[in-house]
């Protein structure tokens, strides 16, 4: 508003002082020149007179002249007045409708709707800073599982094919810098509903502007922030970032994880799907051999340092090593385009490839040249662009890595289901043969779609009949919250996979196990078993049933029928 204000009274200033003085002279004017009233005597117009007749004079509604004909003197004078007021106020006009074409005034004004708009949300909601293709993939999955989003962007484009965007829910969007503190407040970060911050620039030092932002207006809010640089991240963790997402890192994570337990991998790949995904096969790197890397940036040098962090050597081929500082041993230079180049890294005897560059064309020429020289190999294409999604399937690479993906599938699970994230922490400690177990266990339950996962904390408000039949006297557990509320004798397809109680974690948790208010449980399964268990923790009578095989009757008319053969009954006997 305040913005609004002073952008008017700056341009407007001098319209309105010039209409001002205008309309002084010409009120001072007819006042001090003489006239006649009806009898020829000596008159001399009032202020108020005079003002009433240069207001509407000036405008050219038409006018009369009152309260008496004018003089000759009048008239000349009003004859001046005419042209110099509709002068003045076509200068006004135009200065206002320039005004109010202006960009910044615009701008102004946007901002202030967005802000009133934002005031007015009464869902808890995220802040999204950066709508390219990671904010875009994520906030599609948020707005999927329900959950509200606002975003903000410095590209007005972006904001323009948001706001065409078909999505479940309203994502109010602001075109602003989101490293200027005025827009992230403008956006919520104040408000009292904001749970998270996401910062998913392209640009690490923005990214830590709004995170330190964020942290020091808001203090106790959930902030995650995309990072590329070690450096970078160093920074964001001195003053409490709760989490940094690096996408090379993070790849190169998930290659150590298929290599040396490729079960793990697949739980992890099937558990963090996205809705509706295909089952993924489960892949199998190969541990031992060589491996040629194409490309030393950001990318590569996270391969490399986990490839040698496995006890693998490999080679690798940059075009330009003067500015990636590639090592000095086993390094061939060029593209990795060129069949020659390949054979120079020893493409014939390697076992994998990456095609790490950061051009889409090239990484999918690399794979097309070297499966001529070797077709056995596998290989890990880097995908910079969604829209060459259609090219990478087709050519059928073992790992396809998505910087956007990687980024907006952790973070939607950090902001989703948190105690996933969690849960897959703790399996890292489990051995391969566990996590190939549970795989085949959800396997068999969601078949060919990736399972639904969802948490359950038993409150008063998620669980109320649960908790009432609990202090009633009936010891309540894991089995009773997947028992199948249509019949008691099957089980929800569904899986529990963690329990939080009192501090502690159980992995995959036995159905014996007992459970109370403020446990919180991760399930995975079919989508009707989520619906079916929300059912049965509120609804008494659906409890009733699981826990005694008893029906209660529902509603006045069942429950006086029911009462009516109880009596019969009693009279019988």
């Known amino acids: 508003m305040d913005n609004i204000v002073f952008i008017v009274m700056q341009r407007m200033r001098r319209p309105v002082l010039t209409l001002v003085l205008t309309y002084a002279v010409a009120v001072l004017g007819l006042v001090l020149i003489p006239g006649q009233d009806a009898q020829g005597n000596p008159w001399h117009m009032d202020f108020f007179h005079a003002f009433y007749f240069v207001s509407f004079m000036a405008t050219t509604i038409g006018f009369g002249e009152i309260p008496y004909e004018f003089t000759d003197g009048q008239r000349l004078w009003v004859t001046f007045l005419l ?11 135009g200065t206002l409708l320039a005004l109010v074409q202006d960009k910044g005034f615009q701008q102004a004004m946007v901002e202030r709707r967005f802000a009133r708009r934002i005031k007015h949300l009464c869902e808890p909601f995220f802040l999204v800073c950066g709508y390219g293709e990671t904010g875009s993939a994520l906030v599609r999955a948020l707005t999927e599982r329900n959950q509200h989003v606002v975003a903000i962007d410095i590209d007005p484009e972006r904001i323009s094919i948001l706001r065409l965007e078909n999505l479940r829910q309203y994502v109010p969007a602001l075109h602003g810098d989101a490293s200027r503190p005025v827009h992230l407040l403008e956006a919520g970060l104040e408000h009292p509903l904001c749970e998270g911050v996401v910062a998913l620039t392209n640009h690490n030092e923005v990214n830590l502007k709004i995170a330190l932002t964020s942290k020091l207006l808001h203090p106790d809010i959930k902030v995650i922030c995309r990072a590329d640089s070690h450096d970078i991240e160093a920074n964001m963790n001195s003053f409490g970032t709760d989490y940094i997402v690096d996408p090379y890192d993070a790849f190169a994570n998930h290659l150590a994880t298929a290599m040396q337990a490729p079960g793990l991998y697949t739980l992890h790949e099937w558990l963090a799907g996205f809705e509706h995904q295909v089952l993924s096969e489960p892949i199998y790197p190969p541990t031992k051999g060589l491996w040629i890397i194409c490309g030393y940036g950001r990318f590569g040098r996270a391969v490399y340092r986990r490839l040698k962090a496995e006890g693998i050597d490999p080679v690798v081929i940059e075009a330009a090593p003067e500015n990636t500082g590639m090592p000095e041993e086993g390094c061939v230079i060029g593209r990795g385009t060129e069949a020659d180049t390949l054979e120079e890294a020893g493409v014939t005897r390697a076992v994998g490839l990456v095609a790490g560059t950061d051009n889409d064309t090239n990484n999918l020429s690399i794979i097309m040249t070297a499966r001529e020289l070797n077709p056995d190999l596998f290989f890990i294409a880097r995908q910079t662009h969604h829209e060459n999604q259609s090219i990478f399937d087709a050519v059928n690479a073992g790992i396809v890595m998505h910087p956007s993906s990687i980024i907006a599938n952790k973070v939607r699970v950090l902001l989703g289901t948190p105690m996933l994230y969690e849960f897959m922490g703790l399996a890292m400690y489990e051995d391969d043969g566990w996590a190939c177990e549970l795989v085949s266990r959800v396997g068999a339950l969601v078949h060919e779609r990736v399972p639904e996962v969802w948490e359950v904390e038993l409150t008063r408000d998620t669980a109320s009949a649960l908790l009432e039949a609990g202090e009633s006297g009936h010891e309540i557990n894991i089995g009773h919250m997947i028992a199948d509320p249509r019949d008691r004798e099957k089980t929800l397809p569904c899986i529990p996979l963690l329990l939080q109680q009192y501090n502690k974690r159980y992995m995959v948790p036995s159905e014996e196990m007992s459970i109370g208010e403020g446990d919180k449980l991760l399930f995975c399964g079919r989508s009707s078993a989520r619906s079916s268990m929300e059912w049965a923790l509120k609804n008494e009578n ?18 006086f029928f029911h009462r009516m053969g109880s009596t019969t009954d009693k009279v019988s006997e």
């Open 83 to 93: 042209y110099a007021t509709v002068v003045v106020w076509i200068y006004a006009i």
């Open 542 to 559: 659906a409890l009733s049933y699981i826990l005694t095989g008893e029906t209660k009757p529902q509603g006045w008319v069942w429950g």
